[in-house]
């Protein structure tokens, strides 16, 4: 039984594939438009893709809703005229309390992280353009791991069924 452990599987092997998928099409598209900040895209990608593969696209779905009500909540925190600290602390409840009230509670962390990523700014570029840009980014990033997702259970199934 311990031997299984340490065993590489057909699950393993198809989450290495969709996160390295993944990684590829978010560094080409950092590397294309170098002036964005793409590189919350590459993790963003990372966030939604599901090492599960029976529930992976249940998991992946509700890691794109929860990424983009983090975002949102994000935008609009992003514009309270408050600290930043203040800002993330409210952000962090309000995305917390989306989530508990779309029954996504098994991903409010991937929102709080969206949400982080969308409202953290660096204090010599603190404009709305970088929130929105953020916003933007981690969008990309869901719809493309989302679209990765999709793509490999397409190609799983399909694998499946011909080996059977």
């Known amino acids: 039984m311990a031997v299984r452990q340490f065993s590489i599987d057909a699950d393993m092997i198809l989450y290495i594939i969709r996160c390295s998928v993944g990684f590829l099409?978010?560094?080409?598209?950092?590397l294309a438009f170098q002036q964005f900040e793409l590189y919350?895209?590459?993790?963003?990608?990372?966030?939604?893709?599901?090492?599960?593969?029976?529930?992976?696209?249940?998991?992946?779905?509700?890691?794109?809703?929860?990424?983009?009500?983090?975002?949102i909540v994000g935008l609009f925190c992003f514009?309270?005229?408050?600290?930043?600290?203040?800002?993330?602390v409210l952000g962090?409840?309000?995305?917390?309390?989306?989530?508990h009230f779309f029954k996504l509670m098994n991903v409010a962390r991937t929102a709080v992280v969206a949400l982080i990523i969308v409202v953290i700014h660096e204090q010599e570029s603190m404009t709305y353009w970088s929130a929105v840009e953020r916003f933007v980014s981690v969008t990309l990033g869901c719809l493309i791991g989302l679209?990765?997702?999709?793509v490999t259970a397409f190609l799983s199934e399909t694998i499946k069924k011909k080996t059977n």
């Open 25 to 30: 099409i978010g560094y080409a598209l950092y």
């Open 40 to 71: 919350w895209t590459m993790l963003s990608i990372i966030l939604v893709l599901s090492p599960e593969v029976k529930d992976s696209p249940r998991l992946t779905n509700e890691r794109v809703k929860s990424n983009l009500i983090g975002s």
């Open 79 to 88: 514009i309270l005229p408050v600290h930043q600290v203040v800002m993330m």
């Open 92 to 99: 962090i409840t309000l995305a917390i309390v989306i989530c």
């Open 147 to 150: 679209a990765v997702s999709t």
